[in-house]
Each structure stands twice: as C-alpha cells, then as structure tokens.
C-alpha cells in the first residue's frame, strides 16, 4: 500500500496542523514537534519571541512544497476522513505498511492523523519504518514526525530555503551555512550579546562543534551555540526562577534537570549519527567512483546518458547490502568489487523494466478501461510524460517516449558530478517521477496532424526522423519563432497551457515550408549552447579521460573533432555517429531571440 503526497494537496489544509485544540487552551508546536501552551509560549518557551515576525512554523514549512496545488479533490478529503475514521488498531496496523516518507505525507493528511501519529505510543509505528529503511530510531525526546522531517525535508529550518542537505545532529536542525553564519556564536561571543546571562545556561543548551570555518582555522574555538536556543532557554530560566523565588522550588529543579539530561541525550546522540553519515558518505563515494569508471570503460559513450542515478542504483541488491549503514566500515576487496560491478548491467536492466512497466501501467489508467493499448505504447509520439524531480519547475520537464524517460537525468548524472550528497538522499523518491500529461498528449497529437500521421501509429522516432520545424499560430504574428516538434510541445505547454481545456488546438501549428526550415536549423546551429564543452566522441571515452579543465563533462566540439579524426581516421565526422553533445537532459537554446524561420 502507497500513500503520496497528493494526500494532502493545500497549505490551508496543512495549516490545520500549526494550532492545536486543546481544550479551552490554544497550543502550538515548538521547534521539536511537542505542543507548548499559551502560557509558555508568552514567556519564549517553544518559540522565538525575539524574531516572531520572521519564523516560520514548522508543519507550514514541511509542506511548502504542496504551495503550487490550488484546490484539494473531494476524493482526497473523503480518504483523509476515512482513515482518520478507523479503529485505531486497525489503522496502526495500515500504517506500520508505509514507508516513512509515506507515513511522514499520511500525517497531514487531517488534524486528527497528525494528532494521533504524535503520541508517544505511535513512535512503535515511526521506529518501524525507520527500521525498515535503515535509520536511526527515533531519540525520546522528538516525536516521530519531526524526527522524519529532519531525516528527509531539504529545507532550511531557519529561513526556508531549498537544497539544505545537511542535518547537524548536535544541533538537531537542518540549517543553511548562511544561517550558521548569523547565528552561530561561540563563548565570547555569548558573553557579549548577553551580557548579563547565567554561565549555567550554556550547559542548558546544545552546541555543536562542526563549522565551516573550522577547515580553515584548526585553532578556532571548537564549541558554536545557537542563538535563538540561548535567547528561549535565558527567557524561560527567568521565568522558572521568578517561580521558585515565589515558593515553587520544584518547577526549577525540574526545568534544569530536563535540560540537563536532554542537553546530554543529544551529544551522546549526535557523536553516532555523525559517525554514520561519514561512513556512509565513505561507501557511497567509494561506489560512485567504481560506477563511473565502469561506464567510461565498459559502456559505449552514447549510453552513458541512459544509466540510472546512483540513488537508484543503491535501492537494488547488492548495492543496497553494500549501503547497509554500520558504524564500523572494511573497505571491500579488489575480488568483490569485480563482484559487485559485474551486476551493474542486471540490474540496470531490472531498473528499466521497472520503469517501463511502470510507465505502461500509467498509460492504461489514463486510457479507457475498454481501449486496448498498442503494442509499443511508449514509442509513440503522443506518449508525453511531465517529471516531477528536481526539473519540475523547468519547461524542459517534459519528455516523450520511453527513450527520453531513460536518458532525462534531472537528478545528478554518474558522470558528470560528486556522489557527496546527504546521507539520507537516497531514502527519498527517485530523481525522476513521472506523470502522465493529457494536455501534452493533445497538443503532441496536434503536432503529428500537422505533419501529415496518424497519431493513433506513430512514433516519435518517426518524427525525430522527419526532423520537421513548425510555427505556433497562436503567437503574435510577428515573432516568426520556429519549433522542433518536441519543443513545440514544451513552448505549448509553457506559455499557452490555459487554452488547452478549450480544445483549440486544431489550427494550433503552421508546417514550415522547405526554405523556412533550413534558416531556422541555420540558426539553431550558430546557437551559443554548442560551444560548451560538453561533446563526447561516440566511439571511446576521450572526453573524459582527457581531462576536460573548462568546468563541463566533456571537451569542446574542435577538440573531440581533431581526435575522432587523429586517432580514429574519419576525416568527416558526422553528429551524432562519430560524436555527440551529451546533456543528461535536454537543455534549452541560448539565444531564443534569433530561433526565427526569416532572413534578418
């Protein structure tokens, strides 16, 4: 049983989750995910009070990535409410089924969910999944849902922005290094932003001993706090000591003691996670290397691009054994490292077959249930996928036919960048994730018209091989842009994706005439993208083992041109037989403004 995202659809549904009812009392969640009364929060306890204006609650933020969805279907609501429904043991026993990232989406998926998934009985059901992917457990002192969230979000918790990938254990935040920056301080530093503070605090709160600029300078203090802890923990001292000087003695033995031990916890805690995150990032870059050596030995150049993401490859035996995370680490043999590499070709096939299959279920679906689907559904031209990695936001998002599918890396490419990405990366969904785009299928069956087929038999190979330019109608007339087929169908959807609900798209495309053709591929040649040093030689691995110094993967078009016909003997190279320029997707043109089909 899978449960995605698309459970929760809205920021106003996850809004539900900032307040919590209890009561006559309104209570809010603090930084670690436990509801902190109205009381505490008046004297800093559980939040910034200093920065109130600037901070960020923490489901809203969790859940900004669901900020593009307008509205939520009524069958999605019926399906939250269902659950939310059940006999508890009934849905403890549906949930223990889900992976985390499930169990971490499922949890929004109403107020009550959430609520029951925050108990600390239900940390049963969090640890399982952890277990099931290899995690650490959940500590005792964060629920499981804001363990998972530290494990797999990628934002800053600070100020919200994407791509942080690194978790500081000791501070228990995933925090960007420009955040750090402003808010890291050390011992000096404390001293002087709170001049008047109790030297007991810093025992109080946790610090961290890792910093960037500790690379740099091996004699700086090893010991940062942050601020915004020093400022809630001085508040709400001040607040248990007024307290205990009114006679309550016990509430501050009791805050100091829960610090104290939580303080501890929390490094005793931090010292093992980071030790598993080295050893990690030590397994994973040592198979990084094995995998791009293997490709630039064993594979043939134009391939390279259709070979999965490292990511995905380690969710496959024996790569997903060798990332089993321990805390002692062997470096394997040179026997099992044969071994292992002499299973990449099984299971990238295994990987493809996946996806293949998985693409063909998704085309069923979308057809009707009384439509057989053709023999190869995924060659054809009107088979148009939107991903929804790291891509998404991009026009170039779009792909067509199985082969684009295999050959669209948004994610790193093996060849091309370092493995060193967060230990837990690889627990997340894979880089690609396709939808199927009944607006791209309508507009690529226009195109296909317009070009004289049948979009019911053919093929994109078939329209790649016509090699057709074609002007959209429903620009301004004065444009005189010109479009492949398959960027017309990003354009399309790009900038007039609100008239396909009107089915205009009958007189959507003009076929350009013969002349009009050759200047507009004349000006797709002078295009500034093909001077990137991006061009591999199809026949051996030249590109990269000549070590390319110009930032790109490959080596500029001139130098791969001299080799194929040095070392090769064609004098006459052609693209893409002799070489080819690798994008781990397809990159759009440069100068757009000069793609026109006139003489200017």
Known sequence: MSVTANTVTTLETASEFVEVDSGDAVNVLDDVGNV????????????????HSNRRKLVVAVTSRLKHTSTETTTERSVAKTLSLMPLDILFEVFSLLTLNDLLHVSLASKKIYETLSVNWAKVIWNRALESQELPKCPSDLTGFR???????????NCGSEQCRYVDFFLRRRVCLQCKMSNLLVKSEVEEC?????????????????????????????????????????????????????????????????KLIRALD???DAARFETLVRNDNIRRNL??????????????????????????????????????????????SGNEVVSLLSQIPAVVSDLWNELEAELIWKLAKHENADHALPLAPLDLATSVFRCYGSCRASMDSYVIGFDECMSHNCGTYVLRESAQVHVYDSMKDSPRRYVIHPGGIAVASSLVICAGLDPETTLASDMDEKDLRFACTSCPT???????????????????????????????????SPAETDVLKQNEAKDSKWGEPEW???????????????????MPRGNVIKHVWRDHGITFP???????????????????????YIEV
């Not at 380690?314 to 805390?327: C, E, G, V």
């Not at 591999?536 to 490959?554: D, L």
């Open 478 to 512: 004065n444009t005189y842009f010109g479009y492949s087929w398959r960027t017309a169908v990003s354009h399309w959807l790009k900038e007039h994706e609100e008239h396909i609900a009107t089915g205009a798209l009958g007189h959507t495309w003009r076929l350009l």
């Open 574 to 596: 052609t693209i893409p037989d002799d070489l080819f320029f690798f994008e781990r997707m397809v990159t759009p043109f440069r100068n757009l403004d000069k793609l026109v």
């Open 147 to 157: 363990w998972a969230c530290l494990l797999l979000e990628n934002e800053c918790e």
């Open 266 to 268: 929390i490094h005793s």
């Open 36 to 51: 902190v009364s109205e009381e505490e929060r008046d004297h800093g306890v559980g939040s910034d009070h200093r920065n």
């Open 194 to 258: 709170f001049p008047d503070y109790d030297e007991l605090i810093l025992r109080l709160v946790t610090c961290t001993p890792i910093f960037k600029s500790d690379y740099y300078d091996k004699d700086k203090p090893k010991q940062y706090y942050w601020k915004p802890d020093i400022e809630r923990t001085i508040d709400a001292y001040g607040h248990k000591k007024r307290l205990a000087e009114l006679g309550d003695g016990t509430v501050l033995h009791e805050f100091l003691e829960q």
């Open 536 to 554: 591999q030689c199809s026949h051996c691995n030249f590109a990269v083992r000549g070590g390319n110094t110009s930032g790109g993967t490959g």
């Open 287 to 332: 198979l990084f290397d094995w995998y791009r050596k293997y490709c630039e030995g064993s594979v043939p150049p134009p391939l390279w691009e259709r070979y999965p993401h490292i990511s995905e490859l380690i969710t496959k035996d024996p790569f997903k054994a060798f990332m089993n995370p321990t805390y002692d680490f062997l470096p394997p």
